[in-house]
Each structure stands twice: as structure tokens, then as C-alpha cells.
């Protein structure tokens, strides 16, 4: 998709206290062998605090730099990926009501950690569908990963430890601090057991109190699964980014050369340099990997957390080319282009 006329209009985040691995080691819940090899230096932890109630609060931040404010929101998209609150529930109404937004729409989007990214995607066909009084479209996430259910500190491969926090953004069709020039999504079926490993679709993991362990679910999967259309698991998900990647820098006209920075999930160094960096032919600290090792997965906000950091410290200029690139388990990528069309007074 190349939209025409989608802006980032206001950014917000909301981020909880960092927790040092370190510490973590010491207290027994995260492997010292792990530790020393990921590079992972804290992870954000919430606490008891709601995922909708931090979304509220990164909402504040986006809708006071956006122009229209709550008023000139028609739509809101809540992403997710863990459990929100009550089961049978809506999230987003709860959102629309703590803002004090009305005579909107709204709904929630389960696309595991691509969330954020899928709602930019979705608000750019939306756009042009909202009312004249009502324009904008806001985008929300968050994730508490505190639960009896999962484990944080052993939640997926080498330094992807699950972090929590808060994100969102407000996306217009008049003018923001970041132009979408481009967006591509895809799923690759053929990974979606991934997730699942032997886990039966019934009754659902969460209600029959089992367990929820993504490592235990991938290594089945994986001894199931030696190749994937004659390439190894690994290399075919590597492949799944890359192209995806490609594939919208070809949407926006660009080169991988003319991009200033690459965001993606946060993670181990290996993973960012096989699955993104190496194949754009950009070196790794065009990645804010080094930035991520004190935050965490933190979710579908890790792009955006990233975003606000370059912007509030100066490292973004007007004219920039930014990649946001998410893959999540299911399995999905999605590419984001941006250029950076003005910074925004609260930059400064």
C-alpha cells in the first residue's frame, strides 16, 4: 500500500520502571548463561498496573501534541497481545471513555506484537472513510506481562524477553510530524504452528490454567518441522522479513541505503542482523538494537518507543526515511515507511 495523505499527527508512551537483568539473575528467575550471552541489560515491569489504563496514559501524551486533540477523533483501534482485563470485554470502549472521546467508532486488534503496526495499516485505508467533523484516527497498545500464567524471563529466544508498556499515536490526513509513504503486511501460514505447538485449539490455554510457554510451543514446532519450502525454520522466517522489508521500501521508492534508521522488535543482535539489517546491507546501530537491551520486547510498542526516543533526543532530522518492521507469531510481518515531514515542538 502507498497511502497518500496519512501523517503521524501526535506520539505518546508511556513507560514503567526498568528492571536490571542483572537483578534478575541474582534473584533466580533469569538464566545467567542467557543473560551473558543476550546483551539484555533491563526489561520495563508494570507492576499491577491495567494494560488499558497505561493505554490511556499514552494516549494523553499522543492527543495533546495532535492539532484536533480528542475532539477530532472518528475511530479508535486498540492493539494487544496479552490478557487486557476481563474476559468478554471491551478494551477500547473503556479507552474512548477514560479519554472522554464520543460519537466515535472503535475495536481491538489481536495481532500479537505487530498490533501497532497493523493499526497504521488499517487507519491508512480508514482515513479517507471518516467524517469531516471527525478526521483523525487514534491508535493505542499495551501489554502487563505480570502473571502466574507466563513467564517473562523465559518467554522467547535469546534476549527476547517480554517487556511492558504503553504506546500510541494519531494518525491524520492534513499534517504530522511523519509522513506514511508506504505499508506492507503479510502472513506466512506455513509458521503458524509456531505459536501453537501442541497446544489443542480447545479449550483455550488461559481458561483451562495452563501454562503459557512460547519457548516449549517453538521447540515443538521445530521438531516437528526441519524445512519449510526446502529452507531451515530459521532461515525461511528470515526470509519472511526481508522481503516484507523489501518489499515496502520498493512501495516508497526507496533504497535501503537512503533510510536513516530500521525499527524493530527488540531482541538479540544475531536475529536483528539476519532477519533486517544484513539483507538491507545497514549496519546493526542503525537498528536502535543497542537502545532496546534496556527496554525489552515490550510488544507491539517496541517500533514506537524507539520513534519517540530518536525524536526527543535529537537523532531524527526533517527530510529522514524511517522503517518501522514487525514480525509476530501467527505468523505475520508488516513495513512501515515514514519520512519525517517536520519535528514537532515537543521535541524541542
Not at 146 to 152: A, C, D, E, G, V
Request: aromatic residues 6%; charged residues 15%.
Amino acid at each position: 500500500m502507498k497511502p497518500a495523505n496519512v501523517f503521524l499527527a501526535g506520539l505518546g508512551c508511556w513507560l514503567p520502571t526498568a528492571y536490571a537483568a542483572s537483578e534478575a539473575v541474582a534473584a533466580g528467575l533469569y538464566d545467567a548463561t542467557v543473560f551473558a550471552e543476550s546483551g539484555l541489560r533491563s526489561v520495563l515491569i508494570a507492576g499491577p498496573e491495567s494494560p488499558p489504563d497505561m493505554a490511556v496514559r499514552a494516549a494523553r501524551t499522543a492527543l495533546s501534541q495532535s492539532p484536533g486533540g480528542a475532539a477530532a477523533i472518528g475511530t479508535v483501534l486498540h492493539g494487544s497481545t496479552f490478557y487486557q482485563g476481563p474476559e468478554m470485554w471491551s478494551p477500547s470502549a473503556y479507552i474512548m471513555r477514560e479519554l472522554g472521546i464520543t460519537g466515535a467508532t472503535s475495536t481491538e486488534i489481536r495481532n500479537g506484537c505487530n498490533s501497532m503496526l497493523t493499526g497504521v495499516e488499517l487507519a491508512a485505508g480508514l482515513l479517507s472513510y471518516q467524517p469531516e467533523s471527525r478526521p483523525d484516527i487514534l491508535l493505542t497498545t499495551a501489554d502487563n506481562f505480570n502473571s502466574p500464567l507466563f513467564n517473562r524471563w523465559d518467554s522467547g529466544p535469546m534476549g527476547v524477553i517480554a517487556a511492558d508498556a504503553a504506546s500510541s499515536v494519531v494518525v491524520s490526513p492534513a499534517a504530522g510530524f511523519a509522513r506514511v509513504d508506504a505499508v506492507v503486511s503479510r502472513v506466512y501460514p506455513e509458521f503458524e504452528a509456531m505459536a501453537r505447538g501442541n497446544e489443542p485449539l480447545f479449550p483455550p490455554t488461559g481458561s483451562a490454567g495452563r501454562r503459557i510457554d512460547t519457548v516449549e510451543r517453538a521447540q515443538q514446532f521445530n521438531e516437528r518441522v526441519r524445512e519449510v519450502g526446502g529452507m531451515s525454520v530459521a532461515d525461511g522466517l528470515a526470509k519472511a522479513c526481508s522481503e516484507t522489508a523489501l518489499a515496502a521500501l520498493g512501495e516508497a521508492g526507496l533504497e535501503a541505503s537512503e533510510l536513516r534508521w530500521v525499527l524493530v522488535p527488540n531482541g538479540d543482535e544475531m536475529t536483528t542482523r539476519n532477519c533486517i539489517m544484513d539483507p538491507l546491507g545497514l549496519h546493526v546501530s542503525r537498528s536502535q538494537w543497542e537502545f532496546g537491551r534496556g527496554i525489552g520486547h515490550a510488544s507491539a510498542s517496541d517500533q514506537l518507543i524507539a520513534l519517540d526516543h530518536l525524536l526527543r533526543t535529537g537523532r531524527l532530522d526533517e527530510g529522514d526515511h524511517v522503517l518501522l518492521f514487525g514480525g509476530a507469531p501467527g505468523w505475520s510481518a508488516v513495513a512501515v515507511v515514514l519520512t519525517i515531514s517536520e519535528l514537532p515542538p515537543w521535541t524541542q
